[in-house]
């Protein structure tokens, strides 16, 4: 499978992406943010303490979750000692903790926790997958990593199109990512000014999936009561009844 190396083979290699299977061997082997890949390998060869004894995935992370998602799930980035660790989005840290717990009690997990990319979790009508794909330093990618990672992001959702219904934005962040999706995955303009983004925060428009808002599950929002567990299964309710998952 051919390495892409810069933005543009990015564009090139996720518009020939002929399913999702194909997209996520090649989001695998993306190299083309300098930055981001001298910080996922650092932090793959340096590992953090508790997980010095285990091999670090180190690349970019894929999405996860069925090709007939009903609901997606849109987050910022994988976290270094999580997703960059085990290779599976939201996975092996605190955040991925507090999530799959929740989708877990919507009944869209077959378990509450997610610690290994061999754990048997498997997600029901749902996708989970980020706008930038690898982990970044201080969880903040530039805007230009941003943008470099887009198709991946465009490429995701047109080929889960058919069945997408909501999707739950994980922060400000996601919320920004989503519009440039719709003008370039379903052709319609974004909305002017922008809908602002907040907890419960909901969009719609004709013919486009519904977009909800979701504080972050990160351990600043869980550890301070800012989202608590009721807040993110209102959160995955309403998903469910805008989806028309029973």
């Not at 999707?167 to 920004?176: D, I, P």
């Not at 809908?195 to 808002?213: M, Q, R, T």
Request: overall charge neutral; glycine content about 8%; aromatic content about 8%.
């Amino acid at each position: 499978m051919a390495e892409s190396r810069t933005p543009q083979d990015v564009v090139a290699r996720a518009d020939r992406a002929a399913d999702l299977a194909d997209l996520d061997g090649a989001v695998s082997d993306c190299f083309a943010c300098p930055r981001l890949v001298a910080w996922r390998e650092e932090v793959a060869r340096v590992r953090r303490a508790a997980f010095r004894d285990q091999d670090y995935w180190g690349r970019p992370v894929p999405g996860l979750g069925p090709p007939d998602a009903r609901i997606a799930i849109l987050g910022l980035a994988p976290a270094a000692h999580g997703g960059n660790r085990t290779g599976r989005i939201f996975t092996g840290d605190r955040s991925g903790d507090v999530l799959f717990a929740a989708l877990h009690r919507a009944g869209l997990a077959n378990q509450p926790t997610s610690v290994a990319a061999d754990d048997g979790l498997t997600l029901r009508d749902t996708r989970i997958f980020a706008a930038v794909r690898c982990a970044p330093p201080d969880n903040k990618p530039t805007p230009a990593e941003r943008d470099a990672c887009a198709p991946w992001l465009h490429r995701e959702v047109e080929l889960i199109r058919p069945t997408l219904r909501v999707v739950v934005a994980l922060g400000a962040f996601a919320w920004a990512a989503w519009w440039p999706v719709l003008r370039q995955v379903y052709g319609w303009r974004p909305p002017t000014p922008r809908p602002v983004f907040g907890h419960g925060a909901h969009w719609s428009g004709e013919s486009v999936p519904a977009l909800l808002g979701c504080y972050h599950v990160s351990q600043q929002n869980t550890f301070t009561g800012r989202l608590t567990p009721a807040m993110l299964d209102d959160v995955f309710t309403r998903a469910k009844d805008l989806a028309g998952v029973d």
